[in-house]
């Protein structure tokens, strides 16, 4: 049944038994849901024949809605009210394509609101309409539902390869295997770091950590094979895990050894034929580690320290390979695991590059990868803050909006500056990222250190921060502040992947010192 309805149509339906309510121009019947309702049907009588928008988004997620929605909508408005959230589609032809988003202040990049913005193209402006109506229409609306069971189905995966969101995130690719520059059915000449920038605030933005986990996963497990694997290799799983046919982890921390990967203890022994390794040992916190159809497992084929290390292509359906699934506290859509490898047989042609080389091969990624994951802080961190200044404006206490509380506004501000400054850093790195300048080789991976340190830094403040301006719902799963809950919840994934900010500042600074110019006599 679906119908029109003037507000005096709805006003009749006002009491048990007979019982409407609008929300967002939108007509539910809730006359049979009202003795389901978690707080009681007393509640949904004191509103019946009303327009509930304000006080339904004071206390429920989008996703309630959404659930709910097919079932209990009968109808729209025959008069409705304007609309608070303009369409991304509306916005983006209104604005001459300057202005995307639903316009909360500071709740986008301030090109994505209009502003002159020297790094960013008309390539750009179109991938982010098309990345966000993607993400807005097959992932926001189920992210509630996938975190809370704990998995991601693997078809959204395949899903997302399809638009060429992978390839976009592996940063380079070959032509022999994609000819064509198309993603999100653009056609982009020269891709580069700014449009890997946009896909990973997109997927932040309307998804989450763990779904940008699992995307990324083969950004980093995919990438040693792409630049150091024979053609054979690159034959077997390139293709396949950017086309998302196959799913491919980095396997290298152990139960002893994480980020001093120049200690870990999985062996691979090369029989005497050399026809075969045979390895032994266990890898623990492997992202996608559940879903991976392959694993890239760093093993020692030598002796101690670094030129030990060497890598080997091991797939899931390989004799002796056992995995897990760990009870994370967060990051449940990443399908993190612990892998057990029990005298697996590897064919000698899996050897990535050359023996003793594996730890080089690891290193190379790590600048692409720890700038990604100071792009996911900030595009996290102004999630949050983006969630906390809409629930300032709906949420009233002591007869005021918390938006009118100094307090609060303080807070803000001070969530908007720390953000702004991240932006801002990474985008400059990107720009010399892109640049390619030999003379800074040295410097960027200080920088990309230190923006990925301070990175986690901000983010995890500003969960905080976004937690005492929601209060308990902050604390709550499915609450109205859901995203604002995972995010709290999902911080130590950030800190800690890629390299914690201990170990990455005096990384930076040892860096630094280096360079310190010698005095002259």
């Known amino acids: 049944m679906s119908g029109s309805y003037s507000q005096e149509d709805v006003a009749k339906h006002n009491q048990y038994g007979d019982l409407w309510v609008i929300i967002d121009n939108s007509v539910y019947d809730l006359s049979k849901f009202a003795d389901l309702h978690p707080a009681g049907r007393n509640v949904l009588k004191d ?10 988004k004071q206390f429920h997620s989008d996703s309630i809605l959404h659930k709910y929605h097919e079932k ?73 539902q996938w975190d809370m069971k704990k998995v991601l189905p693997k078809e959204l995966f395949k899903k997302i390869a399809d638009t060429g969101l ?9 032509d022999k295997y994609f000819p064509e520059k198309k993603y999100m059915g653009i056609e982009i000449e020269n891709p580069d770091y700014f449009h890997e920038m946009i896909l990973t605030e997109e997927t932040i933005k309307y998804g989450s ?13 995919l990438p040693p094979i792409f630049n150091h694997g024979t053609d054979f290799l690159q034959d077997k799983y390139v293709k396949q895990v950017l086309n998302g046919e196959k799913m491919i982890a980095l396997a290298i921390t152990e139960p002893w050894a994480g980020s001093d990967v120049a200690n870990l203890q999985t062996t691979a022994v090369l029989s005497d034929d050399e026809k075969y390794y045979t390895v032994n040992g266990m890898k623990k916190f492997i992202t996608t580690g559940e879903y991976a159809d392959a694993f890239t497992v760093a093993v020692r084929t030598g002796g101690e320290g670094f030129f030990g290390v ?39 042609e899996q050897l990535v590059g050359d023996e003793g080389l594996g730890f080089m091969y690891i290193m190379q990624n790590f600048n692409h990868e720890r700038f990604t994951l100071s792009c996911k802080c900030q595009a996290a961190s102004r999630l949050v803050y983006e969630e906390a200044f809409k629930y300032a404006h709906l949420r009233k206490t002591f007869g005021k909006r918390l938006i009118d509380q100094p307090v609060i506004r303080q807070k803000l501000a001070n969530m908007i500056k720390e953000i702004e400054s991240l932006q801002a850093y990474n985008e400059l790195i990107a720009y010399n990222m892109n640049k390619k300048d030999r003379r800074l080789e040295k410097t960027i991976a200080s920088a990309i250190a230190i923006a990925k340190s301070q990175g986690v830094v901000i983010f995890e403040k500003m969960c905080s921060e976004a937690v005492q301006i929601v209060g308990g719902n902050g604390y709550q799963r499915g609450s109205v ?7 709290y919840r999902e911080t130590k994934s950030l800190t800690l992947g890629g390299g914690t900010p201990e170990i990455m500042f005096d990384m930076a600074i040892r860096q630094a010192s280096k360079m310190y110019p010698k005095p002259k006599i």
């Open 481 to 487: 502040a859901s995203k604002i809950e995972r995010y």
């Open 209 to 221: 950590i763990g779904l940008a986990w699992g995307i990324a996963t083969s950004t980093i497990g």
């Open 310 to 348: 060497s890598l080997l292509v091991i797939d899931r359906n390989m004799p002796g390979v056992k995995t897990r699934k760990m009870n994370m506290g967060g990051v449940w859509g990443s399908g993190t695991a612990f892998i057990i490898f029990e005298n697996v047989k590897v064919p000698a």
């Open 47 to 56: 509103y019946a024949g009303q327009d509930v928008t304000e006080l339904f």
């Open 72 to 144: 209990l909508c009968i109808g729209t408005l025959s008069d409705p009210k304007p609309n608070k959230v303009v369409p991304i589609r509306e916005l983006a032809v209104n604005a001459n394509k300057l202005f995307i988003g639903d316009g909360i202040p500071y709740g986008d990049p301030n090109w994505v609101q209009g502003w002159n913005n020297p790094y960013y193209n008309d390539s750009h402006r179109k991938l982010r309409i098309k990345a966000r109506e993607f993400y807005q229409t097959e992932v926001a609306p189920f992210m509630d």
């Open 166 to 174: 992978i390839k976009f995130a592996m940063g380079k690719w070959q």
